[in-house]
């Protein structure tokens, strides 16, 4: 059983950046594709980006492009999100989610473990 736990979250204005991190424990997440997705209040909760078990293919929503950085350190069994220039709308619960499939795929359930999530409020 692969447990997850995100970090990182925060209140920030617009414009400012934060660093997500995701931490595995239970098994290692070499083989796992890695997702982030977001949840809005009274929204249903959206994919944001995903990276392959080697860092070599990622896929990210279009809102977030050229703004949002995914990456990971298998070394270190973790995951990260790089949020630069922050937006209000960026606000949301951030949640970190293992796939044990070889696709990066943008789909809420093609992923079977997921972590508790972590706050990240943008001011405007």
């Known amino acids: 059983q692969v447990q997850l736990v995100e970090s990182g979250g925060g209140l920030v204005q617009a414009g400012d950046s934060l660093r997500l991190s995701c931490t595995a424990s239970g098994r290692t997440l070499s083989p796992y594709v890695m997702g982030w997705f977001r949840q809005a209040p009274g929204k249903d909760r959206e994919f944001v980006a995903a990276?392959?078990?080697?860092?070599?293919?990622?896929n990210y929503v279009d809102s977030v492009k050229g703004r949002f950085t995914i990456s990971r350190d298998n070394a270190k069994n973790t995951v990260y999100l790089q949020m630069n220039s922050l937006k209000p709308e960026d606000t949301a619960v951030y949640y970190c989610?293992?796939?044990?499939?070889?696709?990066?795929?943008?789909?809420?359930?093609?992923?079977?473990?997921w972590g508790q999530g972590t706050q990240v409020t943008v001011s405007s």
């Open positions: 990276i392959s078990w080697s860092g070599a293919t990622t």
């Open positions: 989610a293992a796939d044990k499939g070889n696709v990066v795929r943008p789909t809420r359930g093609a992923y079977e473990h």
